[in-house]
């Protein structure tokens, strides 16, 4: 093949041949233009879509975490005496949790939730207050600006300490330094020891800060919360959150965790274990759906598409007939001719394809700039879009090409 | 014993019982390397008929037909074809080249279709082009050329590949009689190098410059004059009014 040429004689042909019938040929290429654009720009669109929302999880401190929060054991009637008694979820919980696989387990947070006035020289605010402990500062993203965070001997003392969100920080301290200066939460004076940075992230351009709320934190030592603000021996807590990176022990590490809570807690289910990698998994399998209906729509144009080139090949063999006929007669096999009609439509398709792709990409960019998010492709939306035009365009090729293949040399010299 | 055609009992049947068209009925014709023979015969005779199946685009209906020592009346599509290719050199009236190919890329079609390579290909067919007198168009599409250039070109396509026959249909039909008679020196010059031809016309000129004449007539052979083998095997079985019509 490659000794004689043959090939590039075919392609050169072809290329003179569609050069020839540019209008005819740009409308053939239409179809595939617009079936690669669509399905490239679909999943681009989608992917740059789900990026983004990946980037948000990732500045909440990551997918990585296993939450454990209270949950209330009794559904109806009256509690028993044993649910009563149960103290629910406590530092030991948290402790407890780490020791069951501490090479697996990469951080520990708990959390405890209270709200009191606080009383600055500028300010004077309900607020809601988050009593923290262990991790949980780089579990959710937070990072120390001005100042320090807790130390342990903070946490294990329950050190009236207090760190202050960006936007708590400017309520409080409009006018200067917050850290070392003096507020009142509840009747408890704390010291400010540590002001955060500020938490942006804006979905699309044009949004607001959703994390403006995260700016808000007041944060305490979890144990100072729970004894001084809520007077609560028991140092119960809301929330405890394990970060485990391999996702594959999250499953046998919920398990022994399950049992280990049931247990501290009396055999009493008064917990609820939940998996925010799960979370997001099932969220991003009903983003495969929008792939599915995109590449749907893309695969649907090319079949029309396709439907048009083989009317248009079809008309178009009538008139090159008798071109076919002399072909034969001078020696063309029926396999040639063939051979000839499928580079001549997957030349076009090639083509088609090629210009596709830069509009999917010129359709994407203007699509994710309209929606106000960054534009993310990835190399698998080209190979999935450049190879559903070139197996549709081969499907579609072939009727004409075979009709073309098996005309009678004489019938074809002789039509008119 | 070197039968460049040989025929038996060729029929041609088209269409099936009620409408059938008997073209050919029992056509016995031997043609020896080196021959040029005229094929002649009013429309409906049966020539082109005869011409498709001596130039292997059709099959016939029944008979036998060997070109050069080959029996191809049972031939598949593709192996006609080869046959085309390696050993018949088709000459149209129309000329039939093809308008966006160069004319030097019309003469290396054949060669490409033989699986000759590149090079060979182009030297080959510049060396035809020589042959037929127009090396200097060779980079030129058809539609610039004038119709006897064309018909030049035609015949430098169908000797490209040193086929055992020649075959032109009225190849100076569409053709001013100057052009036609330089071409028809073209042929006589190829007879001369040896080649065999088979030419239809309805010329009686053009015939006469043929050293055998075959003449059809409702599908049978009623005349092959200057014939260097067998005489038809079959003479109409009833004077034929027609033979004494061509014979007055």
């Keep these: ?416 | 014993m070197s039968h460049i055609i040989e025929t038996r009992q060729l029929t041609k049947v088209f269409g099936s019982n009620g409408t059938a068209v008997h073209a050919l009925r029992g056509i016995d014709l031997t043609v020896e390397r080196g021959e040029f023979v005229a094929l002649v015969g009013p429309s409906g005779s049966g020539k082109s008929t005869l011409m498709a199946i001596i130039g292997c685009l059709d099959s016939p209906t029944g008979g036998t037909y060997a070109l050069d020592g080959h029996a191809v009346e049972k031939l598949s599509g593709t192996a006609l074809a080869h046959i085309r290719n390696e050993k018949l050199g088709f000459i149209f009236q129309s000329y039939n080249l093809l308008p966006k190919a160069s004319i030097l890329r019309n003469v290396e079609l054949p060669l490409l279709y033989a699986g000759v390579g590149r090079k060979e290909r182009r030297v080959r067919a510049m060396e035809l082009l020589e042959k037929v007198g127009i090396p200097d168009k060779a980079n030129v599409l058809p539609a610039a050329l004038s119709g006897g250039q064309r018909q030049r070109v035609a015949v430098a396509r169908a000797l490209a590949n040193r086929p055992a026959l020649l075959l032109a249909d009225e190849p100076t039909g569409a053709l001013d009689s100057k052009s036609g008679a330089e071409v028809l020196e073209l042929f006589k010059e190829l007879h001369q190098q040896g080649n065999t031809i088979v030419l239809v016309t309805h010329d009686a000129g053009i015939a006469a410059l043929a050293q055998r004449r075959v003449e059809l007539r409702d599908g049978n052979i009623v005349l092959d004059h200057g014939t260097t083998s067998t005489p038809p095997s079959t003479p109409p079985s009833a004077p034929d009014p027609h033979l004494q019509q061509a014979a007055a």
């Design chain 1, 1 to 416: 093949m490659s000794r004689t040429g043959a090939f590039s004689e075919r392609f050169r042909n072809a290329w003179v041949e569609m050069r020839e019938n540019f209008g005819r040929s740009t409308l053939q290429a239409l179809g595939v233009m617009l079936g690669v654009a669509s399905v490239l720009g679909g999943f681009s669109i989608s992917d740059s879509q789900r990026k983004r929302s990946d980037e948000a999880w990732m500045k909440l401190g990551g997918m990585d975490k296993l939450n454990v929060q209270p949950a209330a054991a009794v559904t109806d009637s009256q509690p028993s005496a044993l649910q009563m008694a149960n103290l629910g979820l406590r530092s030991n919980d948290a402790t407890g949790g780490e020791e069951l696989d501490s090479k697996s387990v990469q951080g520990v947070s708990v959390q405890k939730n209270a709200r009191a006035r606080v009383i600055s020289p500028s300010a004077d605010q309900e607020r809601a207050l988050t009593g923290i402990g262990g991790d949980y500062l780089p579990l959710n993203g937070y990072e120390i600006e001005k100042g320090r965070g807790f130390a342990a001997e903070d946490i294990a003392k329950a050190s009236p300490v207090a760190i202050l969100g960006f936007e708590a920080a400017s309520v409080f301290f409009p006018t200067g330094e917050a850290v070392g200066q003096t507020m009142r939460v509840g009747s408890t004076p704390v010291t400010v020891i540590g002001v955060l940075k500020e938490k942006v992230f804006r979905f699309r351009n044009s949004q607001g800060n959703r994390f403006a709320w995260r700016n808000r934190i007041v944060a305490l030592p979890s144990t100072l919360v729970s004894t001084r603000m809520q007077g609560d021996a028991y140092r119960r807590l809301d929330r405890v959150v394990f970060r485990i990176p391999d996702l594959n022990v999250m499953q046998k590490f919920t398990t022994g965790l399950t049992q280990l809570l049931k247990s501290n807690h009396r055999g009493q289910a008064d917990f609820r274990i939940d998996d925010i990698g799960a979370r997001i998994r099932k969220r991003r399998s009903q983003g495969d759906v929008y792939n599915v209906i995109f590449m749907l729509s893309g695969v649907l144009s090319l079949i029309g598409g396709g439907m048009v080139n083989v009317n248009i090949q079809m008309a178009t063999l009538k008139e090159r007939v008798r071109e076919v006929g002399v072909k034969m007669a001078i020696g063309a096999s029926g396999r040639e001719v063939f051979k000839e009609f499928m580079t001549e439509a997957l030349l076009i398709t090639g083509f088609g394809s090629f210009v596709g792709l830069f509009l999917g990409i010129a359709f994407s960019k203007v699509i994710t700039a309209a929606i106000g998010i960054p534009l993310f492709m990835k190399a698998d939306s080209f190979v999935w879009a450049t190879g559903l035009a070139v197996a549709f365009g081969f499907v579609f090729a072939l009727f004409p090409a075979f009709k073309a293949s098996r005309l009678s040399p004489m019938e074809a010299l002789r039509y008119e």
